[in-house]
């Protein structure tokens, strides 16, 4: 089955830095990879995602690629702010309509 | 939008009692609904999918006679924790998917509830 590994698990940066947060990925029948974004105490909320026909998608601040040759994908926050500090899930459709997760990375952006 | 409630947002249970948990699609209609369990500091574990008028289906290692649920109609899912435990305690969250009109494969995620049971 799928299965999503994701890095780092922690990124501290400082107000207005970019971060980048990785994902790799098993199964190469996967084809779509929504990013969460989950506040404390709350549910996760989709920021964005990509499907496998597609190398690159941005939105304001926020950008993901996609690499299938090589089954990762990457987050890009720029001119970050502090209140992007949150944890950050990467996911990828394993069939079934189900999702698998990655671990989780908790960014904290400082003023 | 895409919104999805959930209710109670948080509960507190005693012990051998059972806690029913609903989710609902506000604007959209969901054949597919999903219920996850989160532990802190952890990511989300999926514990079984639920399509609208048929059974649940669960993922390996999730009692079905301890985490019941039903999917009534097109909008509402619910997880009930029967005989709930100390070690039931968590954080539940719903997710739904759109039936039609839209990205299908798009999971939108409640607020989550927490239960602490004693």
């Known amino acids: 089955g799928e299965n999503v590994e994701q890095h780092p698990s922690t990124l501290s940066v400082q107000e207005g830095d970019s971060a980048v947060i990785k994902c790799t990925y098993s199964d190469s029948a996967s084809n779509y990879f929504p990013w969460y974004k989950q506040e404390l105490g709350k549910g996760p909320q989709l920021i964005i995602d990509?499907?496998?026909?597609?190398g690159e998608k941005k939105d304001q601040r926020i950008a993901v690629t996609l690499n299938k040759t090589a089954k990762h994908f990457s987050l890009h926050i720029t001119e970050t702010q502090p209140e992007d500090s949150a944890v950050y899930f990467c996911?990828?459709?394993?069939?079934?309509?189900?999702?698998?997760f990655g671990t989780g990375t908790r960014l904290l952006v400082s003023p | 939008g895409a919104v999805v409630s959930q209710h109670p947002s948080w509960v507190i249970c005693k012990s051998g009692t059972s806690v029913k948990i609903e989710c609902r699609s506000l604007?959209?209609?969901?054949?597919?609904m999903f219920w996850y369990r989160q532990f802190p500091k952890q990511s989300l574990m999926l514990m079984a999918t639920?399509?609208?008028?048929?059974?649940?289906?669960?993922e390996q290692g999730v009692e079905k006679d301890k985490f019941l649920i039903n999917h009534a109609s097109l909008t509402l899912s619910t997880l009930t924790v029967t005989s709930a435990h100390p070690e039931d305690s968590s954080f539940y969250i719903c997710s739904a998917r759109r039936s039609s009109g839209g990205a299908l494969e798009t999971q939108y995620f409640g607020p989550g509830t927490r239960l602490l049971v004693l």
């Open positions: 639920s399509n609208e008028g048929s059974k649940a289906t669960y």
């Open positions: 996911a990828a459709d394993a069939g079934f309509q189900k999702l698998v």
């Open positions: 604007d959209f209609q969901a054949t597919t």
């Open positions: 990509i499907r496998s026909n597609v």
